[in-house]
């Protein structure tokens, strides 16, 4: 069974940072375009940002210059920088490979 690990998540003031890590298997990696997704309570999850395997990103209106994604191609890992963080960030992350695999989700929540 493929699985995502994501990481990093955590309470933060609002104004802050986190920083959020998924580790992919090698195979699943290579193949496909990566993605963070979030979902907040009573919402529908919705696609934050994307990166594909040569490294062109789409992003959120809402979260362009304030987060970042990135892959790591060496260590298999996929990251997302969330900076200038609002309440309305809060929300499960959940990091996807081609909306097939999908990890269990890391939470964020952002106090005002």
């Known amino acids: 069974q493929v699985q995502l690990v994501e990481s990093g998540g955590g309470l933060v003031q609002a104004g802050g940072s986190l920083r959020l890590s998924c580790a992919v298997p090698?195979?699943?990696?290579?193949?496909?375009?990566m993605g963070w997704y979030r979902q907040a309570p009573g919402k529908q999850r919705e696609l934050v940002a994307s990166i594909t395997k040569l490294g062109n990103t789409n992003y959120k209106d809402s979260v362009k210059d304030r987060f970042t994604i990135s892959r790591d191609n060496a260590k298999n890992t996929v990251y997302l920088q969330m900076n200038s963080l609002k309440p309305e960030d809060t929300a499960v992350y959940y990091c996807?490979?081609?909306?097939?695999?999908w990890g269990k989700g890391t939470l964020v929540t952002v106090s005002s």
């Open positions: 996807t490979a081609n909306m097939v695999y």
């Open positions: 090698g195979n699943i990696f290579s193949m496909n375009v």
